[in-house]
């Protein structure tokens, strides 16, 4: 079964689309005890450009299954996935292993590679010499609404 859907899969604008401006503020927010607001908003932050490094190798899919909850990465998240990057070891990928997709932590060590998922419930996938694996893309980064 595949961790994403295929299907669902959006292009990202295009590099002649205009990026929306949201404001922020540097000031970091206390995840802990409340602190009095040390700053205000001062500049905007373009969220496609700041998580996006490459626009016209980049895709949208959207996460299914929990073998990746571990790294926080739930059901139902969009997955920000960069096909033109390398992928090196220690990289979550989206992988293609004889044509089932999935999203697992890429593993190399020598001539083995390893999908290892992130949850314990989860074996990894040590990849034979006769399945044909292929790499779709190195994950980025993510979004979810709250």
């Known amino acids: 079964m ?22 922020y503020s540097s000031t970091p927010i206390a995840a802990g005890f409340p602190s009095p607001a040390e700053g205000y908003l001062e500049e905007y932050l373009s969220l496609d450009q700041h998580l996006i490094q490459d ?3 980049t895709v ?37 292993l004889d044509g089932e997709f999935t999203l ?9 590679v390893i999908l290892q998922p992130e949850n314990p419930a989860y074996q990894p996938i040590f990849v034979r010499p006769e ?10 980064g993510l979004a979810r609404r709250v």
């Open 2 to 23: 595949s961790d994403f859907y295929t299907t669902q899969g959006a292009r990202l604008p295009a590099a002649g689309c205009v990026p929306v401006y949201l404001p």
């Open 104 to 112: 697992k932590r890429l593993i190399l060590r020598g001539q083995q």
């Open 60 to 96: 949208l899919l959207r996460c299914k299954g929990d073998s990746m909850i571990d790294a926080h990465i739930c059901a139902g998240d969009w997955l920000i996935v960069d096909r033109g990057r390398q992928a090196v070891s220690g990289d979550i990928v989206v992988a293609a």
């Open 131 to 140: 399945q044909e694996l292929s790499l779709f893309g190195v994950l980025t």
């Open 55 to 57: 626009k016209e190798s």
